[in-house]
């Protein structure tokens, strides 16, 4: 949208927002399009597609029509009700606002995160946000499957029919794939489609870390799913992986955390280990995921048994050998330095984001604009620029007293007059997912459902989605709880007490096991995985430290130092900046691109293929051609030269293990 037209749409309703009896399509066509062209056809056309575009945004246009004129064009009045389609008022206390938030932040890296975002100010603009704090170690974050995951979203929200390349794990073979998605969620560690397989007649289940390529949304098309499909009891019916056992050749003193689930190979196997080697067995249920694993470890482990398992770390690593290999394509970075990557603004966002912001205004007035502009996520400029457009809109040919009146002394944002955009729109399907399925979500957690707030603000936003929460049911998320809960207990306890920690800790990227002393901050998790950031007095300085690699941790009896803070932000990040830091550039191939979110990149450049180089930080490098190797040919070192060397020479090594 031009941002004439989003000031056109923005008049328009709030001209069918402020009649009783309605207005007929020749008085807007004067009063608000001020349209003198005499081209009735190209008129009616650009009116239909002003009120599909208000339907979107979640209003609803109502034709009135006189007794006896029911087919009649010129006749029939439209207008939008007051009430019908506004978000009721939600009255939360403290505790269920905390709940909310938690669940908020849940999607922060993914589509999801700017609907709940959307959803969490829409709620704020119908109260007060309480004045809360977040609980000390719960700081869950899910993390989506890449950009496959939110194609999946938008176009089961749509109802739109999808066409992907995908892997079957019957069959080892790349097949098209045209499906009816009906659902996604998360089952055993991995995402799931559930959805109706065209192709086989029938309903089927897909993993996404199968999809061999990006996902066509077929949206001049529709389907109908199933009434009231939960994803999560369709995803129950799935068979857990059968338990196998696998052979592996390890270099003697090499992969700790390897060695902790692995034991030593009773015999049988096909040949010996060559010099320099042990035979270990551990026990895994997924190929895929350890044969990620195993790649990853380059000439450092060899697997032997089972053959289907050799053939997927070759394959890995043939692709990122593939990869590495390959020309280097031209790419730019138009944007200066950022802290993540940002999907770029339309007019449609800034139309949505003033729906929003003058209810918003309603109920916290006398925000500073800096405050205002980082709750929507824009430049105090943009924001600047939305309000301008605001106040010279209003009733069609109205007098001053007709027009928004939104005035800002000092940097502080007041509103005077509303024009009865007042109440938020109801919840769009998105944002009705984003928050009930984070909410369902934390139930994993322990201790958080105690007290009744999680039950409560449940029901309270069931009943004010209405029929778009009747649909997230087709959202599941992850289990969330930890693994280790008494490691958890421990580290909590600690951070209350302001206690300082001794900890045995495997660092499996130096692979090695260390004792050092640590001031706890936060825990925090990524699905189930869960972390503490805390200081280490060994490293002086922020590190983070994985629950389930600790082999011991108790109190040392010294207090934690009170000068010591966070990171800023929320939720915590994996990692911490520094000025010591070595610039990577990374290139992704678009099932990849996910990477660049992961990884906290600080510049991108956009590619053709939909691909992407990144400009990542890293504080240390020499796990970098673990990386590369791991993600089997969606990721590759550009520069520093010296390091993208270093990964082909630890694939090709890898290779050569497995006979070239």
Request: hydrophobic residues 40%; negative net charge; charged residues 25%.
């Amino acid at each position: 949208m031009s941002a004439s037209r989003t000031e056109r749409l923005l008049n328009l309703l709030i001209a069918l927002l402020n009649t009783k009896y309605g207005l007929r399509r020749s008085e807007l066509r004067e009063k608000v399009y001020h349209d003198t062209s005499g081209n009735d056809i190209a008129f009616g056309r650009m009116f239909e597609r002003d009120k599909n575009d208000l339907r979107q945004f979640g209003f609803d246009v109502e034709a009135v029509m006189d007794t006896g004129w029911e087919d009649d064009p010129a006749t029939t009045r439209y207008r939008i009700g007051k009430e019908s389609n506004r978000l009721p008022d939600v009255q939360l206390s403290p505790g269920e606002w905390t709940v909310l938030l938690l669940a908020s932040q849940l999607w922060e890296r993914a589509a999801l995160g700017t609907a709940a975002a959307s959803a969490l100010r829409k709620l704020q603009a119908s109260g007060t946000l309480a004045d809360v704090e977040l609980p000390v170690g719960v700081q869950p974050r899910i993390r989506p499957a890449g950009q496959a995951f939110d194609d999946l979203v938008a176009a089961m929200h749509a109802q739109h029919p999808v066409r992907f390349p995908y892997l079957a794990g019957s069959t080892g073979q790349e097949e098209q794939r045209t499906v009816e998605p009906w659902g996604l969620g998360s089952r055993f560690g991995h995402w799931y489609l559930a959805g109706y397989d065209r192709s086989r007649q029938a309903a089927r289940h897909f993993r996404l870390s199968r999809f061999t390529g990006a996902v066509t949304v077929l949206d001049r098309e529709t389907y109908s799913p199933p009434p009231n499909f939960n994803v999560r009891e369709a995803l129950a019916q799935l068979p857990e992986l059968p338990l196998q056992t696998a052979v592996v050749d390890v270099r003697a003193g090499r992969l700790l955390a390897l060695r902790q689930r692995a034991t030593e190979d009773p015999g049988g196997s096909a040949g010996k280990p060559g010099a320099g080697n042990e035979r270990l067995s551990l026990s895994f249920r997924d190929v895929d995921a350890l044969a990620e694993e195993l790649a990853s470890y380059g000439p450092d482990a060899l697997a032997v048994e089972p053959e289907e398992l050799v053939a997927a770390v070759r394959t890995r690593l043939r692709g990122a050998a593939a990869f590495c290999s390959a020309p280097v394509p031209s790419y730019r970075f138009a944007d200066p330095a950022r802290n993540r990557p940002l999907r770029k603004r339309t007019s449609e966002d800034q139309l949505k984001r003033m729906l929003q912001l003058v209810p918003f205004l309603v109920h916290n007035q006398g925000l500073h604009i800096r405050e205002v502009a980082a709750q929507f996520g824009v430049t105090p400029e943009e924001l600047e620029g939305d309000l301008r457009i605001l106040i010279c809109s209003g009733l069609p040919e109205g007098y001053p007293d007709d027009l928004l009146d939104i005035h800002w002394e000092e940097g502080h944002v007041y509103i005077t007059e509303d024009l009865d955009l007042k109440k938020p729109v109801r919840f769009t399907v998105d944002e009705a997912c984003a928050l009930l399925t984070g909410l369902e979500t934390l139930n994993g957690l322990p201790g958080l459902a105690e007290g009744g707030a999680l039950e409560s603000v449940t029901l309270k936003l069931m009943a004010a989605a209405g029929e778009q929460g009747l649909r997230a049911g087709s959202l599941a998320g992850p289990e969330v709880g930890p693994a280790d809960s008494a490691v958890l207990e421990i580290v909590r306890d600690a951070i209350e007490a302001h206690a300082q920690l001794r900890l045995v800790y495997l660092s499996a990227q130096r692979d090695q096991v260390s004792e050092r002393d640590v001031d706890p901050l936060r825990l925090y998790s990524l699905d189930n995985t869960w972390y503490f950031e805390a200081y280490c007095h060994s490293a002086q300085g922020l590190r983070n430290f994985r629950l389930d690699r600790i082999r011991d941790v108790h109190p040392n009896g010294q207090p934690a130092s009170t000068q010591v803070r966070a990171a800023e932000g929320f939720p915590a990040k994996l990692f911490t900046p520094n000025d010591d830091d070595t610039t990577v550039l990374v290139q992704l191939t678009r099932t990849g691109a996910g990477l660049a979110d992961d990884y906290y990149a600080e510049r991108v450049a956009p590619l053709p293929d939909g691909g992407l180089v990144a400009e990542i930080r890293f504080g240390s490098t020499a796990w970098l051609p673990m990386l590369v190797a791991q993600h089997g040919g969606a990721a590759r070192i550009l520069e520093p030269a010296d390091l993208a060397q270093t990964a082909r020479d630890w694939i090709e090594a890898a290779l050569a293990r497995y006979g070239g």
